[in-house]
């Protein structure tokens, strides 16, 4: 097993301390740096901890550090360290950088090879962090959340975020405000190859999320390297509770597609072949 630490580092409006992980690529070499994938979790107010996750280890073992931590808008730190909406604002953006440059620091990861990813809330920042930053080389977003407008009514928690309609609001407006600086608005800042996966029966990130982001960077950036992988009758708890076989090729796509273009290893998965037909 790799070695996993538990790291803390301030954030960089001094406002509070965040913890983190690192867990260690196998056949670690002191003096050496790393290519490094920054996994978010999901959530938000969800809490990183010391349980074992095969994620990690996938990771590490194929040759990559792994950083995992908790940033604002996370659960166990107290109230205020989650209260305000903050973890759909900017700051827990920040917080997920400052936790890699860290690991920059310890002189284990190589700041130019840092891939992204993360499902449902995590798949939500590693799109947000795309589309806002270039600090990522690579990304891999599962179950996305892209756009609020077209999750309005739909799913099983899509009337939750929707809070009451001003009486002044049409319906148009009140959905383009939804949408109005989403993820999806700003897919032309999207420039590091991107992985998308997601489960067709997903009822919580509808799979139109995912459809969103593809078709549009596909037509209008068709130079950035980009993959859609649909699993047809798998949910949003597919990386947990889902048929075995597609949660392996859904972890072998994430594992392929990072050593590609963090390592610049033609290992990637065979392309013509899928699960159960589900591949696009």
Same mark, same amino acid.
């Given at each position: 097993?790799?070695?996993?630490?538990?790291?803390?580092?301030?954030?960089?409006?001094?406002?509070?301390?965040?913890?983190?992980?690192?867990?260690?690529?196998?056949?670690?070499?002191?003096?050496?740096?790393?290519?490094?994938?920054? /996994?978010?979790?999901?959530?938000?107010?969800?809490?990183?901890?010391?349980?074992?996750?095969?994620?990690?280890?996938?990771?590490?073992?194929?040759?990559?550090?792994?950083?995992?931590?908790?940033?604002?808008?996370?659960?166990?730190?107290?109230?205020?360290?989650?209260?305000?909406?903050?973890?759909?604002?900017?700051?827990?953006?920040? /917080?997920?950088?400052?936790?890699?440059?860290?690991?920059?620091?310890?002189?284990?990861? /190589?700041?130019?090879?840092?891939?992204?990813?993360?499902?449902?809330?995590?798949?939500?920042?590693?799109?947000?962090?795309?589309?806002?930053?270039?600090?990522?080389?690579?990304?891999?977003?599962?179950?996305?959340?892209?756009?609020?407008?077209?999750?309005?009514?739909?799913?099983?928690?899509?009337?939750?975020?929707?809070?009451?309609?001003?009486?002044?609001?049409?319906?148009?407006?009140?959905?383009?405000?939804?949408?109005?600086?989403?993820?999806?608005?700003?897919?032309?800042?999207?420039?590091?190859?991107?992985?998308?996966?997601?489960?067709? #029966?997903?009822?919580?990130?509808?799979?139109?999320?995912?459809?969103?982001?593809?078709?549009?960077?596909?037509?209008?950036?068709?130079?950035?390297?980009?993959?859609?992988?649909?699993?047809? #009758?798998?949910?949003?708890?597919?990386?947990?509770?889902?048929?075995?076989?597609?949660?392996?090729?859904?972890?072998?796509?994430?594992?392929?597609?990072?050593?590609?273009?963090?390592?610049?290893?033609?290992?990637?998965? /065979?392309?013509?072949?899928?699960?159960?037909?589900?591949?696009?």
């Amino acid at each position: 097993m790799p070695k996993t630490e538990e790291c803390r580092v301030l954030s960089r409006d001094g406002k509070t301390e965040l913890q983190y992980f690192l867990t260690y690529p196998a056949g670690y070499q002191e003096g050496n740096t790393y290519p490094a994938v920054l /996994d978010i979790k999901g959530g938000p107010e969800t809490m990183v901890g010391r349980g074992y996750w095969h994620e990690f280890h996938a990771l590490a073992a194929a040759g990559f550090a792994v950083i995992h931590g908790n940033p604002r808008g996370s659960a166990g730190f107290g109230r205020a360290f989650r209260a305000g909406g903050i973890c759909w604002r900017d700051e827990p953006m920040n /917080d997920l950088m400052d936790m890699c440059l860290d690991a920059v620091r310890k002189g284990v990861v /190589d700041q130019n090879r840092i891939g992204v990813t993360g499902g449902s809330y995590g798949g939500y920042m590693t799109v947000k962090l795309i589309t806002k930053t270039d600090f990522f080389a690579a990304a891999a977003g599962q179950r996305v959340f892209v756009n609020p407008g077209t999750s309005y009514g739909t799913g099983d928690v899509g009337w939750v975020s929707a809070g009451e309609i001003p009486p002044h609001f049409t319906m148009l407006k009140y959905l383009q405000d939804r949408a109005r600086g989403s993820n999806v608005s700003r897919v032309d800042q999207i420039r590091v190859p991107l992985l998308l996966l997601h489960g067709y #029966k997903d009822y919580r990130c509808t799979f139109e999320q995912a459809e969103q982001l593809f078709i549009p960077l596909k037509e209008r950036h068709p130079e950035v390297p980009l993959r859609l992988v649909m699993f047809p #009758k798998e949910n949003h708890a597919l990386t947990r509770t889902g048929n075995m076989k597609a949660q392996e090729r859904h972890l072998q796509e994430i594992v392929s597609w990072f050593v590609r273009y963090l390592k610049g290893k033609e290992e990637a998965t /065979d392309e013509t072949q899928s699960h159960d037909g589900g591949l696009l």
